[in-house]
């Protein structure tokens, strides 16, 4: 069974910076795309940034090029969000999710919220 963990999330000011983790024990880590995710209350769920196996390479929604930056240490099955000049609009819960092999695994996911 495949078990992605969040964390790092929390209460920050607008402006703020947080660094979000999402640990992946136990499975072929490197073997798998990882995309972060966020949902805030009574939206849908948003692409936010992903991250390839191969390559690295990375991709971003609109709304958060600039200020967001995932990477990922295959060495430690970890995969990060950087998240800069945080924004009220940015308050979500936001949830890792690993993608290969015909199967995607889910994190349960870390609130983040953006209150003066």
């Known amino acids: 069974q495949v078990q992605l963990v969040e964390s790092g999330g929390g209460l920050v000011q607008p402006g703020g910076s947080l660094r979000l983790s999402c640990a992946a024990p136990?499975?072929?880590?490197?073997?798998?795309?990882m995309n972060w995710y966020r949902q805030a209350p009574g939206k849908e769920r948003e692409l936010v940034a992903g991250?390839?196996?191969?390559?690295?390479?990375?991709n971003y929604a609109d709304s958060v090029k600039g200020r967001f930056t995932i990477s990922r240490d295959n060495a430690k099955n970890t995969v990060y969000l950087q998240i800069n000049s945080l924004k009220p609009e940015d308050t979500a819960v936001y949830s890792c999710?690993?993608?290969?092999?015909?199967?995607?695994?889910w994190g349960q996911g870390t609130q983040v919220t953006v209150s003066s």
């Open positions: 991250i390839s196996s191969v390559g690295g390479r990375t």
């Open positions: 999710a690993a993608i290969g092999s015909g199967n995607k695994y």
């Open positions: 136990g499975f072929t880590f490197r073997s798998y795309d």
